[in-house]
């Protein structure tokens, strides 16, 4: 079982700047597809920025040029570097390992519990 714990989330004011922290339980070296995702009340959850096979990463246009996906593999972690942040910013966010190597199958994608993030204006 692979677990995702997030942290980092918290009360933010506009223009001001987050990173979020998400650590797994196993070595993701080899785990090309890792990202984060996020989802606002009401609304359904969106990638927000990943990393794909290849090294590539994709970021949502919304966040392009504010956020900034990172990993490191010696301590199993995915980071989200947040700057500039708006309230429509706010959303609970997750982090998300897909080892099927972006296909998607549902047994093995991974989830974290989540980390609340709040930009007030």
């Known amino acids: 079982q692979v677990q995702l714990v997030e942290s980092g989330g918290g009360l933010v004011q506009a223009g001001g700047s987050l990173r979020l922290s998400c650590a797994a339980s196993i070595t993701i070296f080899s785990i090309s597809n890792m990202g984060w995702y996020r989802q606002a009340p009401g609304k359904q959850r969106e990638l927000v920025a990943t990393?794909?096979?290849?090294?590539?990463?994709n970021y949502v246009d919304s966040v392009k040029g504010r956020f900034t996906i990172s990993r490191d593999n010696a301590k199993n972690t995915v980071y989200l570097q947040m700057n500039s942040l708006k309230p429509e910013d706010t959303a609970v966010y997750y982090c998300?390992?897909?080892?099927?190597?972006?296909?998607?199958?549902?047994?093995?994608?991974?989830w974290g519990q989540g980390t609340q993030v709040t930009v007030s204006s």
């Open positions: 990393f794909a096979r290849g090294g590539s990463t």
């Open positions: 998300n390992a897909d080892l099927s190597g972006g296909l998607g199958l549902r047994a093995y994608v991974y």
